[in-house]
T-cell receptor
Framework: GQNIDQPTEMTATEGAIVQINCTYQTSGFNGLFWYQQHAGEAPTFLSYNVLDGLEEKGRFSSFLSRSKGYSYLLLKELQMKDSASYLCAVKSGWGGGATNKLIFGTGTLLAVQP | NAGVTQTPKFRVLKTGQSMTLLCAQDMNHEYMYWYRQDPGMGLRLIHYSVGEGTTAKGEVPDGYNVSRLKKQNFLLGLESAAPSQTSVYFC?????????????????FGPGTRLLVL
C-alpha cells in the first residue's frame, strides 16, 4: 500500500530551528517533494530530493534517506510568516508511463510563536 | 504569465445539481491534475491528464468526470452533486522533462475552488 506519515501539528518559536519529519511506504519511488501551504491558499513548491542527502535552499533544507523511507524539512531562523502547513509528497511513478503523480501526506501545521 | 487559474473561486450547490470547474494554465505544461483537499485527509488525486485528449482516474474518481480538449484547459465535472463532495478543489499542472532517469517536475497549483453542497 501507499502510506505517508508526518506529524499533525508542531509549535516553534520565532528565530529557532524546527525539523518536520516524513516517513513513507510507497510502491516505487521517484522523488520526494515538500510543499508549503498557507491557510486558504494553494500549495507552493519548496524542495525536491531524489538522491540521499541534504538539499539546502536558503533557510530551508530537506534531507532524504531512501533506505529508511525517511525525509525531513529543516527550517532555520523561523519567522512568523513560516506559520503554515507543510506537505510531504512522494512521486511513485516511473518509466515511460510516469505521470508525475504525487501521493501527499496529510500535512504538518506549524505555528510559529513570538 | 498567470500560471494556473481556476474558476469559480467559490460555489454553493444543492444536492443533485451539476457544475463544471475550469482549470487553465499558460505554461504549456503537458500534465494536469485535479485534487480535492479535506481536513485530516490531505490532497487526494481525483483525475489527471498526461496530454491533450487523454484522461485517467486517480485515487478518488467516483462522482467526477474530466475532459482535456485543449492542452491548456482541464475541466472537472460533477454530474449530480452530493454533500460528500463538499471540499476544496485544486488544479495543478507540471511539465514533462524527460532525462535519462525519467521525467521530473514539480506541480504548480491553482488558487482552489471552494465548493459547498447542501
Amino acid at each position: 500500500g501507499q502510506n505517508i506519515d508526518q506529524p499533525t501539528e508542531m509549535t516553534a518559536t520565532e528565530g529557532a530551528i524546527v525539523q518536520i519529519n516524513c516517513t513513507y511506504q510507497t510502491s516505487g519511488f521517484n522523488g520526494l517533494f515538500w510543499y508549503q501551504q498557507h491557510a486558504g491558499e494553494a500549495p507552493t513548491f519548496l524542495s525536491y530530493n531524489v538522491l540521499d542527502g541534504l538539499e539546502e535552499k536558503g533557510r530551508f533544507s530537506s534531507f532524504l534517506s531512501r533506505s529508511k523511507g525517511y525525509s525531513y524539512l529543516l527550517l532555520k531562523e523561523l519567522q512568523m510568516k513560516d506559520s503554515a502547513s507543510y506537505l510531504c509528497a512522494v512521486k511513485s511513478g516511473w518509466g515511460g508511463g510516469a505521470t508525475n503523480k504525487l501521493i501527499f501526506g496529510t500535512g504538518t501545521l506549524l505555528a510559529v510563536q513570538p | 504569465n498567470a500560471g494556473v487559474t481556476q474558476t469559480p473561486k467559490f460555489r454553493v450547490l444543492k444536492t443533485g445539481q451539476s457544475m463544471t470547474l475550469l482549470c487553465a494554465q499558460d505554461m504549456n505544461h503537458e500534465y494536469m491534475y485535479w485534487y480535492r483537499q479535506d481536513p485530516g485527509m490531505g490532497l487526494r488525486l481525483i483525475h489527471y491528464s498526461v496530454g491533450e485528449g487523454t484522461t485517467a482516474k486517480g485515487e478518488v474518481p467516483d462522482g467526477y468526470n474530466v475532459s482535456r480538449l485543449k492542452k491548456q484547459n482541464f475541466l472537472l465535472g460533477l454530474e449530480s452533486a452530493a454533500p460528500s463532495q463538499t471540499s476544496v478543489y485544486f488544479c495543478a499542472s507540471s511539465y514533462s522533462r524527460t532525462s535519462g532517469s525519467g521525467p521530473t517536475g514539480d506541480q504548480y497549483f491553482g488558487p482552489g475552488t471552494r465548493l459547498l453542497v447542501l
